[in-house]
């Protein structure tokens, strides 16, 4: 049983589209990060949230901590955010490791 | 800083050999991890170090894979022998501060092709 399970696994958008990614975790967390990897391979950083919402440039992740979710949106998408998308978190009581999302891969259409 | 470095970038080898991987974190970070991506299982822990000192090694998947850390800046991921099942990236990664919630800064990965 995976503790983050995140939705679409995979999502193909319009440019400019506002674009959603979803992750649910089934246990409390201490915090619940955000990563970006590109075709390339390089995995990222975006955001780290414990509570309510950040916001950088186009992208602007929230969390809801009593209903154990978090979304990631894109406003304006462009072809440049094409990557997958990964939802990862430090679980309560369990040490120092991330517990990652599946994963969502998108794809932006020009 | 120049990041998180791993070396080999690509390494592709016969089954039954024997692969090292090899990661430098960050200087003064405190914490390392390996992780290892597959289409199939996504991405997956497989040991980590607090203090050059191996905290929860139970990703590792058998016996046949050891991770050293001899010092802070260097570790070690070594897989004996190596089967083409093995075949992953597998990514380092350090963070600053072990008992925090913080940012993990990942390396490029080492694509291994076990043939």
């Known amino acids: 049983k995976n503790e983050v399970e995140q939705s679409p696994q995979n999502l193909t958008a319009q440019e400019g589209e506002f674009i959603t990614i979803n992750c649910s975790y089934s246990v409390g967390i201490s915090a619940l990060h955000w990563l970006q990897q590109h075709p390339g391979g390089g995995i990222v950083s975006l955001f780290m949230l414990s509570s309510g919402k950040k916001k950088h440039g186009r992208l602007i992740a929230t969390i809801n901590i009593q209903e154990k979710h978090s979304s990631l949106h894109i406003t304006a998408s462009h072809p440049r955010d094409s990557a997958v998308y990964i939802c990862a978190v430090y679980l309560k009581n369990t040490g120092n490791q991330f517990y990652f999302g599946t994963g969502t891969s998108l794809t932006v259409i020009p | 800083d120049a990041g998180v470095i791993q070396s080999p970038r690509h390494e592709v080898t016969e089954m039954g050999q024997e692969v090292t991987l090899r990661c430098k974190p960050i200087?003064?970070?405190?914490?390392l991890f390996w992780y290892r991506q597959t289409m199939m299982r996504g991405l997956e822990l497989l040991i980590y170090?607090?203090?050059?000192?191996?905290?929860?090694d139970s990703g590792m998947p058998e016996d046949r894979f050891s991770a050293k850390m001899p010092n802070a800046s260097f570790s070690t991921l070594k897989i004996q022998p190596s089967e083409p099942r093995d075949s992953a990236v597998y990514f380092c990664?350090?963070?600053?501060?072990?008992?925090?919630?913080?940012?993990?800064?990942f390396g490029p990965g080492t694509r291994l092709t076990v043939l």
């Open positions: 990664a350090s963070k600053t501060r072990v008992q925090s919630y913080n940012e993990q800064f």
């Open positions: 200087s003064g970070h405190n914490s």
């Open positions: 170090f607090n203090n050059n000192v191996p905290i929860d």
